[in-house]
Nanobody, 117 residues
Framework: EVQLVESGGGLVQPGGSLRLSCAAS????????MSWVRQAPGKGLEWVSG????????SYADSVKGRFTISRDNAKNTLYLQMNSLSPGDAGVYYC??????????RGQGTQVTVSS
């Protein structure tokens, strides 16, 4: 059974940082590209960032480029998203997906990111 468990969200002030994690199981993690998507209140899913299976290739949405860094540890079956210089526009529920594009038949519970002073 594929499981994706996101964690690391929370309340942070504007300009602050958070590091999200996604623990994956039930599939061969090291052979899958992965990504992060987010959903702001009342809005649809937005692709944030993707990473190739080996970790060498990464891509970011323009809205987060230069502030977010995606990475992975294939030995630990874990995906990360380092988020710096957070703004209220980054708030939402963040999900990981086992594809580069963000599309997936599987979805974890997500982790809530709130940016507020």
């Amino acid at each position: 059974e594929v499981q994706l468990v996101e964690s690391g969200g929370g309340l942070v002030q504007p300009g602050g940082s958070l590091r999200l994690s996604c623990a994956a199981s039930g599939f061969t993690f090291r052979t899958y590209a992965m990504s992060w998507v987010r959903q702001a209140p009342g809005k649809g899913l937005e692709w944030v960032s993707g990473i190739s299976s080996g970790g060498a290739g990464t891509s970011y949405a323009d809205s987060v480029k230069g502030r977010f860094t995606i990475s992975r540890d294939n030995a630990k079956n874990t995906l990360y998203l380092q988020m710096n210089s957070l703004s209220p526009g980054d708030a939402g529920v963040y999900y990981c997906a086992n594809s580069f594009s963000g599309s997936s038949d599987y979805r974890g519970q997500g982790t809530q990111v709130t940016v507020s002073s």
